[in-house]
């Protein structure tokens, strides 16, 4: 295959008045850079990335709006009065949008079940801390435990 790919590359070389081989870049043949291409390309103007939205997206484990000015409105301020002050959080939400509308479950284990998978927390399997896994839910990642990805993947 590899002798195909060079007798290819030869081929095209010839067909367009290049002499010298792959890697060479003068008439001396040191073989250094490669020929210069057989017809110009046109200049490309550099463009601008397509605009896409900025998510940001911050998740803390057993953080309830009593901890911080986040989320403590005026008329909360004497049920929650020691909160603490959140100024940069603040700025992003000033800024951006605060999501205000969200549930959780009563244990973490489960929230964060729910977080990892995408699944409602009651399909998840995961009720209890992982260090009581069940048959059917594992340990994190343990599906993947033999399984070949192509090249282009990241392998566990």
Do not use: H
Not at 113 to 118: F, L, M, Q, V
């Amino acid at each position: 295959m590899k002798i195909l790919i060079q007798l290819g590359v030869l081929a095209v070389a010839l067909m367009f008045g290049q002499t010298a081989i792959a890697g060479d870049d003068s008439d001396t043949g040191d073989g250094m850079q490669p020929p210069p291409l057989p017809f110009p390309f046109p200049e490309m103007e550099p463009q601008e990335p397509p605009k896409r939205p900025n998510i940001i997206v911050i998740m803390a484990d057993d953080y309830g709006k009593d901890v911080a000015n986040l989320y403590n409105t005026a008329t909360e301020a004497d049920v929650f009065p020691d909160t603490a002050p959140t100024p940069a959080l603040e700025s992003l939400a000033d800024s951006g949008v605060l999501f205000t509308n969200a549930w959780a479950q009563p244990a973490c284990t489960t929230t964060r079940g729910a977080r990892s998978t995408g699944k409602l927390p009651s399909t998840t399997g995961i009720s209890f801390p992982l260090g009581r896994q069940t048959p059917r839910v594992g340990a994190p990642g343990s599906r993947f435990e033999g399984v070949e990805f192509p090249p282009t993947m990241i392998n566990p």
